[in-house]
């Protein structure tokens, strides 16, 4: 029986590029937190709570802006995960403070309508707090334009994906939702939460939705799509179950406590769901490798949550 080692090698790293993407995207993303708010800070902010925030934001920005990649350019998703390596670009902002002697204040995006406008526009030269940011905002939309363009081999095509991603980048920037006494978001929710277990938990679930869709969108639920749907309602049953009970027990107080802590008791329906169905050795490795990545980082953010200690993880400064 002949095997063709050939073939087998020219997928090694391809292999390499999406196990170790994630991983150094989590590596980075660490790093950049940490010397943001500990050592670049104009406030040392660092806590195991901004770090989850900050990493799970950032986990979003990248996924919205592969997914969005994706669906102008018709690129597999497989092949876009590189993108992740992307993440690289967040250290310009360190080396901007490195090198100026500035220390950083950045925030999300607040303002009026039209503001917030203009400081998209102008890649935050108009938002005083945000300028380290501008120089990787616009290597970003340059990236993204020639990788654009390279795929397409149209300038139109390319500019339009590149101002896609640019604008759901900023979208995602905006300060839109706040616990307890905010003043500066859109919207604020009652929380028993501080700022960042409560942003972290909120991204939390925008990462986990957009992962989700990736693998979609990647054809990763093509097989037995049954039983991935009767996996999706024993989760959704599962979540009301643990809500139900959430409530009546008044473990949590708020709407939003209850609903949202529920997010790893779903995917473990999910997961348990799709496992004790037929078929379940024909779901690739990857894809489970993602979904424990998923359901680790929900577990990290979730335990303190559910031991009622997460204030000892935040810090006191918002």
């Known amino acids: 029986m002949h ?13 390499y590029i999406q196990i170790c993407a994630p991983l150094y995207f989590l590596f980075f993303s660490f790093l950049r937190c940490y010397l943001e708010t500990e050592c670049l800070s104009k406030t040392r902010f660092f806590s195991y709570y901004t770090l989850l ?62 503001e917030i406008v203009t400081h998209s526009l102008t890649f935050c030269l108009t938002y005083k707090r945000n300028n380290p940011l501008t120089f ?34 900023n979208f995602l920037a905006i300060d839109w939702i706040g616990s307890g006494g905010s003043t500066e978001s859109v919207f604020t929710m009652d929380s028993q939460f501080p700022n960042h277990p409560f942003l972290a938990v909120l991204y939390l679930h925008t990462m986990s939705i957009l992962a989700i869709l990736l693998l979609w969108r990647s054809g990763m639920f093509s097989q037995v799509k049954e039983a991935w749907i009767l996996s999706a309602f024993i989760a959704f049953f599962g979540w009301l179950d643990y809500v ?50 998923i359901f680790l980082l929900q577990i990290a953010v979730m335990v303190p949550v559910y031991l009622h200690k997460e204030k000892l993880f935040s810090c006191s400064v918002i």
Request: net charge positive; with cysteine.
């Open 3 to 15: 095997i063709d080692k050939s073939g087998f090698l020219k997928k090694i790293p391809l292999l």
């Open 53 to 114: 925030h900050h990493t799970l934001w950032n986990g979003t920005t990248v996924l919205a802006i592969i997914l969005v990649v994706h669906l102008s350019l018709k690129v597999p998703v497989s092949k876009l995960l590189w993108m992740m390596y992307g993440v690289t670009l967040m250290g310009i902002p360190l080396c901007y403070s490195i090198l100026t002697g500035e220390k950083l204040d950045l925030q999300y995006l607040q303002g009026s309508f039209l």
């Open 136 to 169: 990787e905002l616009v290597l970003i939309f340059v990236s993204i334009l020639v990788i654009s363009y390279i795929f397409t081999r149209s300038w139109l095509r390319a500019f339009a994906t590149a101002m896609a991603v640019h604008i759901t980048g």
């Open 244 to 293: 139900i009970i959430t409530y009546l027990t008044g473990f949590f107080l708020y709407p939003f406590d209850i609903i949202m802590t529920g997010l790893p008791v779903a995917t473990v329906f999910f997961i348990l769901g799709r496992l004790l169905q037929e078929k379940w050795k024909s779901v690739s490795l990857y894809t489970w490798a993602v979904f424990i990545l």
